[in-house]
């Protein structure tokens, strides 16, 4: 019996660049359902489960943002890679704050953003608890990583897949220094030596839900010029 092939949604308006794509990843072997709007996309999201959507953030009608975090309420856990045409640090930033995973600019290199898929899409086990549900506990949070959710100061939140391989891997190596590599290469599948502002823009959202002070932070801690550092009881 054959695997099932991973299922990618692409919501992407320009037309010939949309066939491009498609056409490599069905060549790589994943099934691709691909959408010009954010409205059709959100009302399939409703009705059939995808392993990863490749969101455009120039759209007709809601525009990328809009259409993430639209999304987030319908499926917290699915990985969300945001494609956008504009470099500006504020884009990115606003795309990893409405509930994407990571981003590309576009123009991207094939092989680059092929390997980008190929990384989000990984289903691995390091980072899955025992079968029974204990929450790990930290400052005024609680965290559930089998369902993916958390109890903060702010009130319960789901949690993207993402989210949980970053956690788990900071609870796992808790008080030590993780490098920024590390955590590229292991929760990405990055190149350890790739150079990216994601892990950055993903550590500042993990502030914002579970430090009391995000400006302050206690528990999720830079390391400059080396990686991060999570400190259970807080410094």
């Known amino acids: 019996?054959?695997?099932?092939?991973?299922?990618?949604?692409?919501?992407?308006?320009?037309?010939?660049?949309?066939?491009?794509?498609?056409?490599?990843?069905?060549?790589?072997?994943?099934?691709?359902?691909?959408?010009?709007?954010?409205?059709?996309?959100?009302?399939?999201?409703?009705?059939?489960?995808?392993?990863?959507?490749?969101?455009?953030?120039?759209?007709?009608?809601?525009?990328?943002?809009?259409?993430?975090?639209?999304?987030?309420?319908?499926d917290s856990r699915v990985p969300i890679l945001m494609l956008t045409a504009r470099s500006e640090d504020a884009d990115r930033v606003s795309g990893l704050e409405s509930g994407a995973d990571d981003y590309l600019t576009k123009p991207f290199n094939l092989v680059e953003f092929l390997l980008r898929v190929k990384g989000m899409l990984r289903r691995s086990s390091w980072y899955r608890p025992d079968p029974i549900e204990e929450g790990y506990r930290f400052g005024d949070n609680e965290v559930f990583l089998l369902s993916y959710r958390a109890r903060t100061a702010q009130g319960e939140i789901d949690l993207t897949e993402m989210e949980v391989r970053v956690l788990s891997l900071f609870f796992r190596r808790e008080g030590q220094v993780i490098p920024r590599g590390e955590l590229l290469e292991t929760v990405?599948?990055?190149?350890?030596?790739?150079?990216?502002?994601?892990?950055?823009?993903?550590?500042?959202?993990?502030?914002?839900?579970?430090?009391?002070?995000?400006?302050?932070?206690?528990?999720?801690?830079?390391?400059?010029?080396?990686?991060?550092?999570?400190?259970?009881?807080?410094?």
Request: charged content about 30%.
């Open 1 to 74: 019996m054959s695997e099932t092939k991973p299922r990618i949604m692409l919501v992407e308006d320009e037309i010939h660049l949309a066939r491009g794509i498609c056409f490599n990843l069905e060549q790589e072997g994943y099934a691709v359902s691909h959408f010009d709007r954010g409205e059709a996309a959100l009302a399939a999201l409703r009705v059939e489960r995808c392993d990863l959507i490749i969101l455009d953030v120039m759209l007709p009608g809601q525009d990328g943002f809009q259409v993430c975090r639209a999304m987030r309420g319908i």
């Open 188 to 235: 990405w599948g990055y190149a350890s030596d790739a150079e990216t502002r994601t892990l950055d823009n993903f550590v500042v959202r993990l502030r914002k839900y579970f430090e009391r002070d995000p400006s302050r932070p206690v528990h999720f801690l830079t390391v400059r010029g080396v990686g991060y550092r999570f400190s259970r009881q807080g410094e």
